[in-house]
């Protein structure tokens, strides 16, 4: 076995290793998990002096307080930084670092299944209203996520070449994101790169109402949607506009991502194909779709029920 090594040593190598094959967001994903939550804790360490019960002390911890002001994490978070952590366990012994270990590590029970946020009927066509009031790049913007069921990093990615007008759909290649980057300053960098999954490249389909709104828009080819110009809007920009948007007019601060659920929500409602939901959504499968937005009402499983006949 090699000499002691530092479990922040190991995860150094193992980020510079890692970075040939993932993108670079994932990347600066990774790095500013393991500064902020995995290195203050493990990182002065001998890798191979850390045990399956040091790690499971650790993920209660992150559960219980690991958060800001001392809030727990979110579980999500929780689960990628135990990922991070085993990878970067395998590649230490991959490099003769410390002996190879089983590791059986679990979380906290939840006991109950956080909703997904979504606007009202009511508000959403508060927020049409509003926007069909003022139409401009960035109301169409909020119009487009509604519709459409965009994420923020695509639609400030999105440029008017990316639409093809004549059979009316949008051609989703790109995302735009700000990220860490510990050699840049300030610490941070924007990106456009390839969307989040292989399958949010997709193709989405304009309705009708969309086309004739953007009919009202003075088109610049080359311009990014949000902007018109050859400047992009970045997500926190779009973001403070949105949310002075929804102040003006009085409906309810749900986030930006709110719009998304809010889309999704409503195609389920009105008897949307399930499998073409989740391709718009641009979800790696159907069951991500179903399990996120299918919840079947009381009297639909009373349907179910009275199906069997005796």
């Known amino acids: ?27 600066a994903y990774y790095t500013i998990e393991a ?28 559960q219980k307080e690991g958060g800001n002001c001392h809030n727990p994490l979110k579980k999500s978070t929780v689960q990628n930084l135990v990922t991070i952590t085993k990878q970067c366990i395998k590649f230490a012994i991959k490099e003769g670092y410390m002996e190879e270990c089983a590791l059986d590590l679990h979380f906290i029970p939840t006991n109950y299944h956080k909703k997904k946020k979504v606007f009202s009927k009511s508000e959403q066509v508060d927020i049409i209203q509003a926007v069909l009031g003022e139409p401009s790049y960035r109301t169409f913007g909020i119009l487009l996520c509604l519709n459409s069921g965009l994420r923020i990093g695509e639609l400030c990615a999105l440029r008017w070449e990316d639409f093809d007008f004549k059979n009316g759909i949008i051609h989703i290649t790109k995302t735009l994101q700000r990220v860490y980057d510990p050699a840049s300053t300030p610490k941070t960098k924007i990106v456009i790169s390839s969307p989040k999954t292989l399958t949010s490249n997709r193709d989405i389909p304009l309705s009708a109402k969309m086309v004739e709104f953007i009919s009202q828009l003075e088109i610049n080819k080359m311009g990014y949607v949000l902007t018109n110009e050859n400047r992009y809007m970045e997500p926190r920009t779009f973001r403070k506009f949105y949310a002075h948007f929804l102040q003006r007019h009085g409906i309810a601060a749900l986030n930006v991502h709110c719009l998304r659920h809010t889309f999704a929500t409503r195609c389920i409602e009105n008897g949307g194909d399930y499998k073409s939901v989740s391709e718009i959504l641009g979800h790696t499968t159907i069951n991500t779709t179903l399990n996120m937005y299918v919840h079947p009402q009381l009297e639909e499983k ?3 029920v009275e199906l069997i006949q005796w």
């Open 1 to 27: 076995m090699k000499k002691d090594v530092l479990f922040e040593d190991v995860i150094k190598e193992w980020l510079e290793e890692k970075k040939l094959f993932i993108k670079y967001s994932t990347y």
């Open 35 to 62: 500064k902020n939550y995995i290195i203050p804790i493990l990182g002065k360490r001998p890798v191979k002096e850390i045990t399956e019960k040091e790690l499971q002390r650790t993920i209660m911890y992150w």
């Open 302 to 304: 009373r349907k179910c």
